[in-house]
T-cell receptor
Framework: KNQVEQSPQSLIILEGKNCTLQCNYTVSPFSNLRWYKQDTGRGPVSLTIMTFSENTKSNGRYTATLDADTKQSSLHITASQLSDSASYICVVFPLFSGGYNKLIFGAGTRLAVHP | NAGVMQNPRHLVRRRGQEARLRCSPMKGHSHVYWYRQLPEEGLKFMVYLQKENIIDESGMPKERFSAEFPKEGPSILRIQQVVRGDSAAYFC?????????????FGPGTRLTVL
């Protein structure tokens, strides 16, 4: 069964600190892996998309890495801000014939940034 | 340049009633996806539609649930004879193209509560 597991489940850090969120997946083969940010009460917003051949992708203070051999991805947040408080969701797009977009979502890591 | 619009944002229904959730994709997007998010769980794919066509409904329960995306107007997710287990957040996403790397843009969601 395809699975996307994220850790930790929740995390509290102080403003200005860095943090790394983990994603382990068993989906195979896959086309790409995405990280989304979901603020409370809002829809997810795309942060990064990496194909299976990419190792890293940055978007401002967010840097995602991908190791297709170990089936692991991480999202590193630099110099955290209060507005980074949200759920961060790892999403894997399986490689189906037909190319239909059936993303598989992890349960997310809930990040709280405190002043 | 409005994003994906969903309404209503909150919907309360009694058991046995019908729920209608509406989604207007971003301008220029002809691909619509519906997801359901149960409390403390990740999003789950329900159905993928293009204009006037259901492309993939493999994630949608076969009974009581239906979806459409007419030539004119928003996409509609319809739940008949709602039960308490239908209480969840329902998110709609749209994309310009069907493709592995095309970004899906999410709406703010409709939170359905069944009493």
């Amino acid at each position: 069964k395809n699975q996307v597991e994220q850790s930790p489940q929740s995390l509290i850090i102080l403003e200005g600190k860095n943090c790394t969120l983990q994603c382990n997946y068993t989906v195979s083969p896959f086309s790409n892996l995405r990280w989304y940010k979901q603020d409370t009460g809002r829809g997810p917003v795309s942060l990064t998309i990496m194909t299976f051949s990419e190792n890293t992708k940055s978007n401002g203070r967010y840097t995602a890495t991908l190791d297709a051999d170990t089936k692991q991805s991480s999202l590193h947040i630099t110099a955290s801000q209060l507005s980074d408080s949200a759920s961060y969701i790892c999403v894997v797009f399986p490689l189906f014939s037909g190319g239909y977009n059936k993303l598989i979502f992890g349960a997310g890591t809930r990040l709280a940034v405190h002043p | 340049n409005a994003g994906v619009m969903q309404n209503p944002r909150h919907l309360v229904r009694r058991r046995g009633q019908e729920a209608r959730l509406r989604c207007s994709p971003m301008k220029g997007h002809s691909h619509v996806y519906w997801y359901r998010q149960l409390p403390e769980e990740g999003l789950k794919f329900m159905v993928y539609l293009q204009k006037e066509n259901i492309i993939d409904e493999s994630g949608m329960p076969k009974e009581r649930f239906s979806a459409e995306f007419p030539k004119e107007g928003p996409s509609i997710l319809r739940i008949q004879q709602v039960v308490r287990g239908d209480s969840a957040a329902y998110f709609c996403a749209s994309s310009r193209q069907e493709g592995a790397t095309d970004t899906q843009y999410f709406g703010p969601g409709t939170r359905l509560t069944v009493l």
